[in-house]
């Protein structure tokens, strides 16, 4: 009771900004870190980005950081999607099927898959963390992140993670890898939530960006393709030894990036590597 009454004093004189649009917001209970109070496992996680399991949600999840108005504002990947890249397409009608783009230029990893799509609250959530430096986002939105995971692999098909590294000038600029922020905490995480995931294994050395490169945005695909080439060198190939990789970084656009860092880990002993990203562009 006590906890309430200094919780309520505070959102009155203290109340919570949000971080995309800039207003101010009433935090309710409600809004408290899930991690917190989630005490029994999690056995059956479907569709747990749209909503439908509440206590995963993105509403659920990322409430302390954002208004009702913004928190409406993200939209999860769901189906027509193309089962190989991941990307969602534009038309809502119709079944799951191979894009153009997989079907004319076949990639080098197995599947990517996204929880959410890169426009509107989820961009500007990625902004804020990536270029404002609000890394207090990377826990819920690696909760996110991790519950996705979950859904979409089986716990015996990832024997080892592996963020997309930054190039050691960008690191230095930016202070901080945003890819492996938002995984840093998963076992963590799979522990509270009472998830055997024995296997967890994350290294956050073995694949190099060697070469500078300009940033991607704004560069069509060939030039994204052409920018990234030979971007990425592996350290230790002994560590990805017939490895199952899971690729992990905060944005899939056109797939270059995650298809560079694929052909390098598979020409590098890796066995598999498939991809994970918070967002997917359409």
Known sequence: MLIRIVRAIIAAFFPAKCLVCGSFFSLSSAAD?????????????QDPVSGRN????????????????????????ESP?????????????????????CLNSPKRFGIARAPGVYDRTLMSLIHCFKYKGKIQLARP???LLFIAFISFWDKNSVDLIVPVPLHIKRFRQRGF???????????????TLNIDLPFLQTDREVLVRSKWTESQTGLDRKKRIANIKNAFSISDSEKIADKKILLVDDVCTTG???????????????????VLTLARAI
Request: net charge negative.
């Open 256 to 274: 270059a990036t995650a298809d560079e860092c694929a052909k390098v880990l598979l020409n590098g002993g890796a066995r598999h590597v498939d």
């Open 33 to 45: 870190d899930p991690l917190a109070t989630v005490n029994y496992p999690v056995t059956d996680p």
């Open 54 to 77: 509440k206590n995963f949600s993105f509403d659920t999840l990322l409430a302390p950081f954002l208004c009702q108005t913004c928190l409406s504002g993200f939209l999860p990947v």
């Open 81 to 101: 999607i193309c089962p190989r890249c991941g990307v969602m397409f534009k038309s809502r009608v119709g079944e799951d099927h191979v894009c153009g783009e």
């Open 141 to 143: 939105l690696g909760m």
């Open 177 to 191: 890898n945003q890819a492996f922020l938002l995984i840093r905490d998963w076992p963590g995480i799979a522990k």
